[in-house]
């Protein structure tokens, strides 16, 4: 849910973010890093986030400042990411034995688990940030027409540098998550292909790929169908190797529904066939 997050301001603004897999895997390594060396949570939490950030900065300045297109700029820290990854972990797998930073995964408030209320106060507050004020509809501006959008009086590069920032830094809290919930820093697999899962959320979500309309509570809700089909797909004891299929099949029927003219061949079909032979 995070990462389908910020994926859904990036995708707004008509661009793609491939990077988010590697920069939680980079998160996650320097939270193992800071931890051991006996660093306070709150240091840990915020250095893998600023982490995030940074990665999302240099994804920011290829895009929006040299004008690379956003599958290339992306495409490089995602390659790039986990090799950073695992030379921060030296190629090993650390284990973290510390119960205040496993409770951020794991913990529970009120009989509740810490870690969905975290992601919702989230969601409630970029809702609030993109609805409430003119953030939201820079970004879609920019996402439809990015010339106009300049020719208007609108730092098009910032909004869409700033949306790359945005989907690191949700990335490094997800690092964080991730991290926490295995207790251990695993640089090889954590975040492996969760890019293609948030922006099958985002997708689900009736976010527009050509960018300039979002849906915030939209992707909550991809997100929330996907997982909930993945984690019931495990429990009936479908192999993992298999699961993708299911996966996809509803990205294409959500898909199709989504596309007018799909539906309008569709009510055809149907009047048709409800017409008397």
Known sequence: MLLALGMTLVIATGGVDLSVGSIVAIAGAVCALLLRAGHGLAMTAAAAVGAGAVAGTANGLLVAGLGVQPIVATLILMVAGRGVAQLIVDGQV???ANPAFEYLANGFVFGLPFAPLLVGVFYVAAHFLLRRTAAGLFI?????NETASRFAGLAAARVKGLAYVFCGACAGLTGILTAANIRAADAHRAGENAELDAIFAVVVGGTALTGGRFSILGSFLGALLIQTLTTTMYNLGVPPAVAPVPKALLIIVVSLLQSEKFRV???????KGGQPA
């Open 140 to 144: 879609e501006a920019v996402g439809d």
């Open 265 to 271: 061949w569709a009510n055809g079909l149907w009047r």
């Open 94 to 96: 650390i284990i973290i």
